[in-house]
């Protein structure tokens, strides 16, 4: 949970953010599609982290839209449907930024690099994650992911 001080409020959520008037149509549908797959992406950032595979700083998550996985697998089989959900991609965040770089390269005449949120760490116990439909990309902070460690030898015994 967070504390914005600003508004006084306690927590966020994505529910409180689709409310938000700066957002465009397009932004709201990205984040619905990212509500579909919350839960499943949470367990996956607890458990890869958990194992002490990744930092949660260093973690970053791809949910790609049905309608633009055809950029994303190009290696499908002709004539196959479009899948029925969004799928969804993690790992280190400079493996990411690699990926994105190869199949959906910066346009030329791009005045940045629009993946390089990547290149520096999330804030503290927070994911990023990239949602891309076929017209744009949406990149987020997200969570309040706390890892605890235990030493079992250090634990009381009963």
Do not use: K, W
């Amino acid at each position: 949970m967070r504390y914005d001080v600003e508004r006084n409020m306690h927590g966020c959520s994505l529910e409180a953010v689709l409310e938000e008037p700066g957002l465009t149509e397009g932004q709201r549908s990205r984040l619905r599609l990212f509500q579909t797959v919350e839960a499943i992406v949470c367990d996956r950032v607890e458990q890869l982290c958990a194992r002490g595979g990744l930092d949660v700083t260093d973690t970053a998550i791809l949910v790609v839209s049905p309608a633009a996985h055809r950029l994303f697998f190009r290696g499908a089989a002709p004539g196959n449907a479009e899948p029925s959900g969004a799928s969804v991609v993690l790992g280190h965040r400079e493996r990411l930024h690699g990926l994105l770089h190869a199949v959906l390269p910066p346009a030329a005449e791009a005045p940045f690099d629009p993946y390089a949120d990547l290149l520096a760490p999330s804030p503290p116990q927070c994911v990023r994650v990239l949602i891309v439909d076929e017209g744009s990309l949406t990149i987020l902070n997200y969570g309040a992911f706390v890892v605890v460690r235990l030493d079992r030898s250090e634990m009381p015994r009963a």
